[in-house]
């Protein structure tokens, strides 16, 4: 065989297999990065009207003061009640307003006066951080309740609605976009009542659980 043509055919075919390789690797190159999979977010969002019901215990803090000494009882009762009100998220933050009326009849008689505690209501701010679908908050405002009032000694009894304000926190835990349940603590003082010759000093704590409805 004619050696000059063995050596052009085995440059053909060493060209060949180099250029295919070079084609491969450049395909290799060039081929588009794989996207990753990225779950998607699904962060709870608190803003919207929300409304609810909510039952829990209240202790009234009655400082009465009579002439010759003073004293402080603490009946208690079950509290029944209804709210409703607005949140607004800001990323973490959530500001928002709620008012809410309830029942309860903490009663307590002494010797010298009686002090009964009716329904009563609050109209309040709340501020709080938002982990997702948990809600911790602060809130504050304006507190209102119907208290009846008594000095045994002169047979004197008065039925008045009293304004004050009230503090308190508590936390939210939503189950579902819509349903959420909530705990909570607040502190209202109502100032002193004077009737017959008995001064009472009114303030009351309450703790309820709830269960809102977010529209």
């Known amino acids: 065989m004619n050696t000059s043509f063995l050596r052009a055919a085995l440059a053909g075919v060493a060209l060949v297999t180099v250029s295919g ?11 588009p990065p794989v996207a990753p999979v ?5 962060a709870y969002n608190w803003t919207g009207f929300y409304a609810g019901a909510s039952l829990g215990g209240e202790w009234l803090q009655d400082k009465v003061s009579y002439p010759g000494g003073s004293t402080t009882v603490g009946p208690a009762s079950v509290f029944g009640g209804l709210q409703a009100g607005y949140n607004y998220q800001m990323g973490p933050w959530v500001i928002g307003a709620e008012t809410d009326v309830g029942y309860a009849r903490p009663t307590k008689s002494l010797l010298v006066g009686r002090a009964e505690e009716n329904w009563q209501g609050t109209i309040r701010a709340r501020a709080g951080y938002a982990f997702d679908n948990v809600l911790l908050y602060g809130t504050g405002g304006f507190a209102w309740a119907n208290f009846k009032l008594k000095d045994n000694v002169a047979g004197v009894e008065k ?6 304000w009230v503090l308190g926190a508590g ?3 939503a189950f579902t976009k819509n349903i959420s349940v909530k ?3 607040l502190y209202a003082d109502y100032g002193k009542a004077t ?14 659980v709830g269960v809102n409805y977010k529209f």
Request: no cysteine.
């Open 159 to 164: 039925t008045s609605t009293r304004g004050g």
């Open 195 to 208: 009737v017959g010759s008995v001064e009472n000093k009114l303030a009351d704590h309450l703790v309820r």
């Open 38 to 42: 990225v779950a998607p977010i699904t």
């Open 183 to 185: 705990g909570e603590y």
């Open 21 to 31: 390789v070079a084609s491969a690797a450049d395909m290799y190159r060039k081929a």
């Open 171 to 173: 936390a939210e835990y």
